[in-house]
């Protein structure tokens, strides 16, 4: 094995995070930490000294942070992105002279040992870091190195090379006598904060006409704003916009044949009014949508489009470009099938195809497209049937120039492939959330979300429903079964969704028996929605909403704990922010048709809170508060109530004026 610098005694290993040996990037959001730990040491007894080097990508030399030793060789140091954008980070250790020469001092010392010498090699090192410490501090150095030198009381020098002073100066400024470098230098994806934190809100602009019959535009579709922000959300995601292909065009509740009014799927994108890059003429024009945009922003809400790769046999692609599109025996284009599925008004593109880098072209132009007309996000429709390389090609590169746009998978497919589309570069991603229902299912899988390496590239969007998913649990389980999924998804997640006004006015009628399918679907149908109606779930949104803005320990996926509480039916869990201020406990009734009960155990230490005195749990969803003692607490859900509680849990501290409070 050829050695570059045998000098180099320290070892680096086992760095954490790091993603398949730094080949993908951790992702963070501008203003959080990154928490960095190593197994460092060296042969010997000398002592070591680390740290983390880091520094926006392409922006001059390494800011370093120094490294603590936590317990049996590993070390842990931490830096603050504050931008988006690429961070590139390492690890550097080396044996520290002057750390070994102070502790063996101490020692020494102690022992009644004669040390005169050891002043005299201390008094050189300090005298050697003159050239690396600036200003006052290396005047200092030169005194603290000439009064080591002086002979005479001994006990003064001994204090003074033991000093904290001095210690903290030769820490700042280092000796770093052959110093090992970690070999690999490791990237952190920084993204905005609605990267980390949003909520999502699914609208079909066709279906926001004010009469029941009429296809909506998009002025319908900005009156309707309001209505979205009122509830609480962040963003609002519209179901493709472009023209829609006549061609094999699907009718009401995906029949194949059509009738003479049905607007068709608007993922069957294209026609003669245009493709990709196109507004369907009955929603409106390019202007109305770029004023779309302004309104939103203005409403505190940001549009996200979607972003379907397929096109209608109508589309101008099929026609300008057929060697993007593979080919039957027959000469016909092949549709679209899972089958016995078959979607003959879609066409998928040809990624096998030999003209594949002019398509890759065509396909991000389409984004920088939209991203001149205002949008930063876009929910990319089934990404894992499109190549890999692909999107680790086309999101770095928008990125490069666009470092705020935002791409969120919908992904249903393979955990494997859902994370590889995520070390790709994918923002955030669907997951399985929306078919796990019982409390078995939820703590396992969000265990894995949130206390493995996942957590570090995986960023999870939480959907109760879509316009492709009813699932069995809210068609049967009522009012209280949405009420349920809302709360989980968003307490479990820093980010979710819904598919409104679907959801909000609990529709649950499934097309037929063991389908996931809605019944008069707005996939193939125009929809009349009355967003007023008293049973709406829209006031429980807006609350749930306003949690979420009011509690940071919601709005990151960090420290998510699943908690015991005796009973099967019932789910306990806590979220709690960096500063220990903030702990949320949600206990939750997945029963949507029985009252259930159970005592909880909350771990009371990893929240600061006195095992021996009170505390309180106020539960923000009914602003009801309770005074709870110890670890173990009785908690009971009544099943035509509220099915869960939000809880704040609050210490007692005592104030000057001797009264107590909760914080």
């Not at 939103?296 to 096109?311: F, P």
């Not at 960023?459 to 709360?487: C, H, K, M, V």
């Not at 819904?498 to 193939?524: H, M, Q, T, V, W």
């Amino acid at each position: 094995m050829e050695v570059e610098e045998g000098r180099s005694r320290v070892v680096i290993t086992n760095v954490k995070p790091e993603i398949e040996c730094g080949r993908y990037p951790v992702k963070r959001t501008a203003g959080e930490k990154v928490i960095v730990e190593a197994d460092i040491f060296a042969d010997g007894h000398d002592a070591v000294s680390a740290a983390v080097l880091y520094r926006k990508q392409g922006a001059g030399p390494w800011i370093e942070s120094p490294m603590e030793l936590l317990a049996n060789d590993r070390w842990r140091g931490q830096f603050l992105v504050s931008e988006s954008g690429v961070y590139e980070y390492c690890l550097e250790a080396w044996v520290d002279r002057f750390k070994s020469w102070r502790r063996d001092l101490q020692k020494k010392a102690a022992a009644g040992q004669d040390i005169q010498l050891d002043l005299l090699i201390g008094a050189g090192m300090i005298e050697e870091n003159l050239k690396r410490v600036p200003g006052a501090g290396a005047q200092s150095l030169k005194e603290w190195g000439r009064d080591l030198r002086q002979s005479g009381d001994v006990t003064r020098r001994i204090a003074l090379a033991l000093s904290e002073d001095l210690a903290g100066v030769m820490e700042r400024y280092p000796a770093k006598h052959f110093a090992s470098r970690y070999q690999r230098v490791l990237t952190v994806r920084v993204d905005r904060e609605r990267a980390r934190f949003s909520a999502w809100y699914e609208m079909f602009p066709r279906s926001c006409a004010p009469e029941a019959g009429r296809h909506g535009t998009l002025k319908n579709c900005e009156r309707r704003l309001p209505y979205v922000a009122s509830m609480g959300f962040d963003v609002l995601y519209l179901p493709p916009i472009h023209p829609i292909g006549r061609s094999f065009r699907k009718g009401k509740n995906n029949a194949v044949v059509a009738g003479p009014g049905d607007p068709g799927s608007p993922w069957a994108i294209g026609a003669e009014e245009g493709g990709h890059k196109a507004i369907h003429p009955q929603l409106g024009t390019l202007e109305d949508f770029r004023q779309l945009v302004r309104k939103a922003k203005e409403n505190g809400l940001e549009i996200a489009l979607d972003l379907a790769y397929q096109c209608s046999p109508d589309h101008p692609y099929v026609k300008e470009h057929p060697e993007w599109f593979r080919h039957r025996p027959d000469g016909t284009i092949q549709y679209a099938e899972n089958p016995p599925k078959k979607y003959q008004d879609i066409y998928p593109f040809d990624f096998e195809t030999d003209h594949w880098k002019e398509l890759w072209d065509e396909l991000k132009s389409i984004v920088l497209f939209w991203i001149e007309q205002g949008v930063r996000i876009f929910r990319v429709d089934n990404p894992h049937t499109k190549p890999l390389p692909f999107w680790g090609w086309l999101i770095q590169d928008i990125q490069r120039d666009w470092p705020d746009v935002i791409f969120l998978a919908e992904a249903f497919t393979r955990p494997k492939v859902m994370y590889q589309l995520a070390k790709l570069g994918f923002t955030q991603s669907y997951t399985y959330f929306t078919w796990r229902n019982t409390k078995p299912e939820i703590t396992e899988y969000f265990t894995d979300l949130a206390q493995t390496e996942v957590r570090e590239f995986f960023r999870p969007s939480l959907w109760p429903n879509t316009p492709d998913i009813l699932t069995e649990y809210l068609q049967f389980g009522g009012r209280q079964a949405f009420i349920t999924r809302l709360i989980l998804a968003a307490t479990l997640g820093a980010s979710y969704g819904i598919y409104g006004p679907a959801f909000e006015l609990i529709e649950n009628r499934a097309r037929e028996s063991r389908s996931e399918e809605y019944l008069d679907s707005e996939k193939y149908e125009i929809r009349s929605w009355d967003t007023g109606r008293p049973d709406s779930l829209r006031h429980v949104i807006t609350r749930v909403n306003q949690i979420r803005r009011e509690n940071p320990a919601l709005q990151s996926d960090a420290n998510l704990r699943f908690h015991t509480v005796g009973n099967e039916q019932m789910l306990c869990y806590s979220k709690h922010s960096e500063d220990g201020n903030d702990i949320v406990l949600v206990v939750v009734n997945l029963d949507p048709h029985h009252t259930q009960a159970g005592w909880v155990e909350i771990p009371l230490a990893d929240f600061g809170i006195s095992p021996e005195g009170s505390y309180q749990a106020h539960d923000a969803l009914s602003d009801v508060r309770y005074l709870w003692h110890g670890a173990r607490n009785y908690v009971e859900l009544k099943s035509q109530e509220l099915p869960a509680h939000i809880f704040r849990l609050r210490r007692r501290v005592r104030r000057e004026e001797d009264f107590d409070y909760y914080m």
